[in-house]
């Protein structure tokens, strides 16, 4: 199966202006807003399948982004949720604020495609004036325009 990027960077499954400053907190805020777009629909327990997965090793990169993920059957297909925190959240250490969270959750039997849109993601975001522009980003349709068009370039 291919990974349509168009289709997983869904503005209704971004938060821009999240409210959590601790990492679990940060994960069911975006895990909820999944939940809400009718993406999850036991969001609670693949909010812990996320956080028992990053307890075991931060996915924090150390360029103010972090991507929580979780591989379980509680998706049928790729799931993308996104948060944006201006102030930051502290993931994965006592100094280690992320700005930009992009949480996927992926099936069990679909582990080249995690790692495709894992890939994918990070490169798109690598460049620090896009990781400044998705900061800038006045609203979600714009927020995913940007990756959008990150994806197009990496193709």
Do not use: W
């Amino acid at each position: 199966m291919a990974i349509s990027f168009h289709e997983i960077f869904r503005p209704e499954q971004i938060v821009l202006d999240m409210r959590a400053s601790a990492q679990n907190d940060a994960v069911i805020e975006v895990v909820q807003q999944l939940g809400a777009a009718k993406r999850v629909e036991d969001y609670y327990a693949f909010a812990d399948a996320v956080m028992e997965r990053e307890s075991r090793s931060s996915t924090n990169t150390g360029d103010g982004v972090a991507f929580p993920h979780a591989r379980t059957d509680l998706v049928d297909e790729i799931v993308l949720g996104i948060g944006r925190s201006k102030a930051g959240v502290k993931f994965g250490g006592p100094d280690a604020a992320v700005h930009l969270i992009f949480l996927i959750g992926v099936p069990q039997r679909m582990v080249t495609d995690y790692l495709v849109c894992v890939g994918t993601i990070a490169r798109i975001v690598k460049p620090k004036e896009r990781r400044d522009a998705l900061l800038n980003a006045a609203t979600a349709e714009e927020f995913a325009e940007i990756l959008r068009s990150g994806a197009l370039l990496l193709e």
